[in-house]
């Protein structure tokens, strides 16, 4: 008979010492560990921090996972050199926790947020996001949005439907971290303080996508600015390595400011950020790194991500979208026990997720998740046309 396990005492009186600590150690705008509140509160003990747990109940979820096949910004590029999903996440939690240290915030809750933080990203980017949108439109459904979807998956399907019980402070950093907005400066938003407010917060932002929510944290507020310094000088590199873009494309007032390499474009973000909001009770740039930032951001929307050479795919996997959709949708309805919305998704999830949902959010729950080559592969399997991998080729 297998032994009960117990947390060593000396564990626990260790935990007790490093919680007290933070009181003395974190600034006093920080979110100390023994604030963190969950959904539905636990009674088993352990030598972890409830924001460590977070991160690591994040770290062992089948959404992250699936990281590793998502699209960031480029798709079907055959080059394993080129960043996915996975990798920007991995930035993005770095360089919030090197803000976090110099701010004296908790470095273990900018963890958890910053790896949650793209998890209901669908395939291919943002592009399938707005197809995705469109179809959940089409429905009824409020349009598809990936951070409402982080918490759809991190919340209320992994394990089998019942969450992970993630502390409202990292669910409401996922929700609320808009890395597509331009900010200078972000103030905590201290009104929400329990899951009903922030359950309102998240039905306001379904229902406006053009909500902007502040964290109710500091260290969201942290994640959120780190989430557009990890992508926009890598994104840069990518392109780069793509020949989309030469260097010296950069417009020349950034390239001066912040640099013209992703090393020196984040060191620079980062140090700015760290000195502007030493000791005050928001996050913020200065008003000319602010700016600079801001025409980087307009440089990458114009030359990279509105560029037509990576939008020649879209057309196809706009069609194969539609297709799994409608035919997912149909195998819901006609009951089909067969098909993989039952036997790959449906069939190991309660009543209770069944009776929540209707069947159109159940196609849109399966789909999100898949990663892009299983999309494509279900697609193929339906008498698509699918778009293949390759080297990049301007001329296409």
């Known amino acids: ?132 949108a469109e179809l959940c439109v089409a429905q009824g459904l409020p349009p598809f949005q990936h951070n409402i979807q982080s918490v759809q998956f991190l919340d209320r399907l992994e394990k089998k439907g019942r969450g992970w019980n993630l502390t409202l402070q990292t669910l409401d950093g996922i929700l609320c971290h808009d890395g597509e907005i331009h900010n200078r400066a972000l103030r905590p938003d201290r009104t929400t303080t329990n899951f009903a407010d922030f359950d309102r917060r998240l039905a306001a932002k379904a229902a406006d996508a053009a909500i902007d929510l502040a964290p109710m944290t500091m260290e969201g507020c942290v994640v959120r600015l780190a989430d557009t310094i990890g992508y926009i000088g890598r994104d840069i590199e990518d392109a780069i390595v793509l020949k989309l873009i030469a260097r010296n494309d950069i417009p020349s007032r950034c390239r001066e400011i912040l640099g013209d390499t992703n090393g020196t474009i984040v060191y620079r973000l980062v140090a700015d950020l760290i000195s502007n909001s030493a000791e005050q009770d928001a996050v913020s740039f200065s008003a000319d790194i602010a700016a600079t930032l801001k025409e980087l951001k307009e440089f990458n929307y114009q030359r990279i991500y509105r560029n037509p050479l990576i939008k020649k795919d879209y057309e196809s996997i706009r069609i ?48 999100a998740g898949m990663t892009d080559n299983y999309f494509l592969a279900a697609a193929a399997r339906l008498g698509c046309e699918t778009p293949k991998a390759s080297g990049f080729n301007q001329t296409a």
Not at 40 to 55: K, M, N, W
Not at 77 to 90: A, G, K
Not at 322 to 329: A, G, I, K, P, Q
């Open 1 to 132: 008979m297998q032994k009960k396990f117990t947390d060593d005492p000396k564990l626990l009186a260790m935990r007790e010492a490093i919680e007290r600590s933070e009181t003395k150690r974190l600034s006093p705008l920080a979110t100390l560990s023994s604030q963190a509140h969950r959904r539905t509160q636990e009674s088993l003990p352990g030598h972890r921090q409830a924001f460590a747990v977070d991160a690591d109940r994040i770290l062992h979820s089948r959404a992250y996972t699936r990281y590793i096949d998502k699209t960031q910004v480029f798709s079907l590029i055959d080059n394993d050199h080129i960043t996915h999903r996975v990798l920007h996440v991995q930035l993005v939690s770095k360089i919030a926790r090197t803000v976090g240290r110099f701010l004296a915030l908790n470095e273990d809750l900018i963890e958890a947020i910053a790896l949650g933080h793209d998890i209901g990203h669908p395939p291919f980017g943002h592009d399938g996001e707005a197809i995705l």
């Open 320 to 367: 194969c979208y539609r297709v799994l959709f409608e035919t997912y949708l149909a195998d819901i309805l006609g009951h089909q026990r067969r098909s993989p919305i039952y036997t790959e998704f449906l069939d190991d999830k309660p009543a209770a997720y069944t009776d929540r949902h209707v069947p159109a959010e159940i196609a849109r729950d399966f789909i």
